[in-house]
C-alpha cells in the first residue's frame, strides 16, 4: 500500500468509525509508525478534510444539521468544579468540543476536549490529575470558554440554567 491508498484509508476509517481512533491503532492497522499518521493526518488536512485530534483520538468532524452549536463562558477554579461543570453538560446532551482561553499574551489558546459520555469524562479527570496538569483556565483566573454540540435549544437552556445555579457561569 502506499502513502496515498493509506491516506485513503486513514479518511474511510474515521468515516466509518463512530468513536475517536487512536494514532497507535491507526498505525498498528496500516503497519506504520504513530509519526508516520502524525504526517499522514497533516497532509489530510491540508486537503481540507477537517479531522480533529483529540484525547481519546482522532475522529472526523462531521456536520450533522440536527445539532447545534453554541459557546458558553465559564469560570471555575478547582478540579472537582471543573468535573461537575463537564458533567452539567454532558448530563443534558452536550457534546463539549472544546476549551477556549484568551491568554493576554498568547492570545486564543484552544484544546480539543471531544467529551460527550460520562466514561470520557472519568478518563479526562484522571489523566489530567495524574499528569498533574493545569487546566487552561488556570492561565485566565478560571475564566474560559466551551463549545458545546447541543441537540436542541431546550438542552442549551438547560445547561445554561444549571451551570448559573452553581455559580459557574458569566453572563454579559
Request: charged share 30%; net charge negative; glycine share 4%.
Amino acid at each position: 500500500m502506499n502513502a496515498e491508498e493509506r491516506r485513503k484509508g486513514i479518511v474511510k476509517l474515521l468515516q466509518e468509525k463512530n468513536r475517536p481512533i487512536k494514532g497507535t491503532e491507526l498505525a498498528s492497522t496500516f503497519k506504520v509508525s504513530r509519526q508516520v499518521i502524525v504526517q499522514d493526518i497533516a497532509l489530510i488536512r491540508a486537503q481540507g478534510i477537517e479531522v480533529m485530534a483529540t484525547p481519546q483520538g482522532y475522529v472526523m468532524l462531521q456536520n450533522d444539521k440536527n445539532k447545534i452549536i453554541k459557546t458558553i463562558v465559564a469560570k471555575h477554579h478547582t478540579y472537582t468544579e471543573m468535573e461537575e461543570e463537564l458533567q452539567i453538560m454532558i448530563d443534558y446532551g452536550a457534546k463539549v468540543i472544546d476549551v477556549i482561553v484568551e491568554h493576554p499574551l498568547y492570545g486564543e489558546i484552544r484544546s480539543m476536549l471531544d467529551i460527550s459520555y460520562k466514561k470520557e469524562l472519568e478518563d479526562f479527570m484522571i489523566k489530567i490529575q495524574s499528569e498533574k496538569a493545569e487546566p487552561l483556565a488556570s492561565l485566565t483566573e478560571g475564566i474560559h470558554i466551551h463549545t458545546l454540540e447541543v441537540p436542541n435549544e431546550d438542552s442549551f437552556k438547560k445547561i445554561r440554567k444549571a451551570l448559573l445555579e452553581k455559580g459557574y457561569l458569566i453572563e454579559d
